[in-house]
């Protein structure tokens, strides 16, 4: 049987609540029996770790997401330093740097992101990251800030950035831009990386897989995504979904 995690999904977004209690059932019947949801504002998390205490398959992360500086105060870090004691979430995330957004703040951005990276480096928590236009930059900051390691979200950079995130203790998350026979640069990229270091995930519900693109994206598409990862690799289905899942949970301490 097909064991697989979806390392990044936002099953807490409200466009989820009609229908989350089957999704959640039916990716079990898919064998999809872990999904890590990631936090983006504070004003989110109470949502998130309620629905997260509602099923055993969902694992809350927690964090201050660059595409909302606009939302974030200083004592949201604060009231994050609590949580992480209280709660035990399984990363600090989704965080990162964002400098693709227009008009944004990059150094605002940069000390919100150390300042998280500090968090996870007192809790020994792995983190998630969103990086966009910023690989360079976040990598400078991993290496000055070391954190126990943790995944990068829809990577998207280059063979060497990847070996830089690599040699940091990172993984690399792939998702449903792979399905897109026009994703050539990135297929070719996630052919070539070593299969240690790549995690499976949605990010539903945005990033829909080929032919779904003017739907709602939902962790029942993961084993799509596995799919179109055995395309472009020369391991069977089966040795990826076991190798893709054993990461996921080493670099997240899911059991």
């Known amino acids: 049987m097909i064991n697989l995690v979806d ?26 029996n872990n999904i890590v949801v990631p936090g983006v504002s504070a004003d989110k998390w109470d949502r998130l770790l309620s629905i997260c205490d509602q099923s055993e398959i969902l694992h809350p992360a927690l964090g201050l997401h660059p595409l909302f500086m606009d939302q974030h105060t200083a004592a949201h870090l604060v009231d994050l330093k609590k949580l992480i004691a209280a709660v035990a979430p399984v990363a600090i995330g989704e965080i990162g740097l964002d400098f693709y ?94 299969l240690s270091s790549i995690v499976l995930e949605t990010d539903a519900p945005d990033m829909p897989v080929a032919e779904m693109q003017d739907q709602r994206n939902t962790p029942e598409n993961i084993p799509l995504i596995l799919a179109a990862l055995a395309n472009i690799r020369s391991e069977s289905k089966q040795d990826l979904a076991t190798i893709t899942t054993d990461n996921a949970k080493r670099i997240l301490n899911i059991k």
């Open 101 to 194: 957004l227009p008009n944004h703040d990059k150094q605002a951005q940069i000390d919100l992101f150390t300042a998280q990276l500090k968090l996870a480096q007192s809790a020994q928590l792995p983190v998630l990251l969103h990086v966009r236009k910023a690989h360079d930059q976040t990598i400078n900051l991993l290496k000055t800030h070391r954190v126990v390691g943790g995944i990068v979200h829809a990577f998207n950079g280059s063979l060497q950035q990847a070996e830089q995130y690599i040699k940091l203790g990172f993984v690399l998350g792939v998702g449903g831009v792979i399905t897109h026979l026009k994703a050539t640069r990135l297929r070719t990229l996630f052919s070539q990386l070593p």
């Open 7 to 32: 390392s990044h999904c936002h099953l807490d977004f409200q466009l989820f609540d009609a229908d989350r209690t089957y999704i959640l059932a039916h990716c079990q019947q898919l064998g999809v």
